[in-house]
């Protein structure tokens, strides 16, 4: 079995409208559980709403205040209209992430095709937030202080370095992901490999799988990390749609 | 060894096998980088041990982004031996 068969998406319901193939897939289920996961746990944990929180309605009083410290931190009082957006984003990340370590759960920020979706929207939303609030005003991103003889050479790279950012943004969480889970199953078929030789190796295959819950602990980092960090960057991205170059 | 029965799919798949494992040489700079920046955290955490709790998170934030480059490496070499 190949480490990377994990990743294969699968139609559950075969569904084809005009050539189009918009089966519903593994993918999509897995999806459509985060998505209810996270809207039923933000709106049953502050349905009471006490003065003294109980223990989910902390939670969700941690993860609120941890996306608007961060967006006070990065883009200041005019990012707190993107609080939704971006607390959106990133409870889908970092629940993507954290449900894909669940064995024999599909990850659907594995899939280059979900997370470039993301990273798109979130340019998308930098480049019209930038044009409504500065109008023509916002192409001077792309032109840094400095003498006229560098800007002919800075320009193009600001201008390459703001379309990559959809590409660099969406494969840091792929890889990442990708990489992780693959180490998981390559070292699973380590255990299953020296386990199945019998004798004195069956024993040395408890060496991998000691190093299965090493790389798991890893993973829970990486995954929290990555949402971060995707949430992080959009924040910042948005500052600079929002500030251009002066600082909030 | 009898080269005459190696034809060119042989020829390819090695060079592709040989290109994947030079695309993880990008592990070269992640690996500088990631022990760069945690030592140069560890120097500056003992120097000034007060600071230090403050400035975990750009930690994680610097650990994730370097890591990030090594993986870029993984994917390239992925879609070398996968296509």
């Known amino acids: ?248 | 060894m009898d080269t005459s029965s190696i034809s060119g799919h042989d020829l390819i798949t090695a060079a592709k096998m040989i290109g994947a494992g030079l695309a993880c040489s990008a592990l070269i700079g992640a690996g500088i980088g990631i022990g760069d920046l945690w030592g140069k955290y560890l120097d500056g955490a003992l120097r000034n041990p007060g600071a230090a709790s403050s400035q975990t998170t750009n930690l994680f934030l610097g650990f994730a982004l370097v890591e990030a480059t090594g993986l870029y490496g993984l994917v390239i070499a992925l879609i070398i031996l996968f296509t």
């Open chain 1, 1 to 248: 079995m190949s480490p990377l068969e994990q990743f294969s998406v699968t139609p559950l319901v075969s569904l084809h409208i005009a050539g189009y193939d918009v089966s519903f897939t593994n993918q999509a289920l897995v999806m459509c559980i985060i998505v209810a996961a996270a809207s039923l746990f933000m709106a049953l944990a502050v349905r009471k709403g006490g003065l003294v929180p109980t223990r989910s309605q902390s939670m969700a009083e941690l993860s609120y205040e941890f996306i608007a410290n961060m967006i006070d931190a990065t883009a200041g009082k005019a990012g707190y209209r993107f609080f939704p957006f971006v607390f959106a984003i990133f409870m889908f990340v970092i629940l993507s992430n954290y449900f894909g370590l669940i064995p024999g759960v599909f990850t659907v920020t594995s899939q280059i095709a979900v997370n470039f979706a993301l990273a798109v929207v979130v340019i998308l939303t930098v480049i019209v937030t930038g044009f409504l609030k500065h109008g023509i005003r916002f192409l001077t991103l792309f032109v840094p202080k400095a003498k006229w003889y560098l800007l002919i050479l800075l320009v193009p790279i600001e201008v390459v370095s703001f379309f990559t950012r959809p590409i660099s943004l969406s494969v840091r969480l792929f890889a990442n992901m990708l990489a992780g889970h693959t180490m998981l199953a390559v070292f699973a078929g380590f255990v299953v490999s020296l386990g199945a030789a019998g004798g004195l190796l069956s024993i040395i295959a408890v060496a991998p799988m000691f190093m299965i819950v090493a790389v798991m602990a890893l993973e829970f980092l990486v995954a929290f990390l990555q949402a971060y960090v995707f949430t992080m960057l959009t924040c910042i991205y948005l500052n600079e749609a929002l500030h251009l170059h002066d600082n909030h």
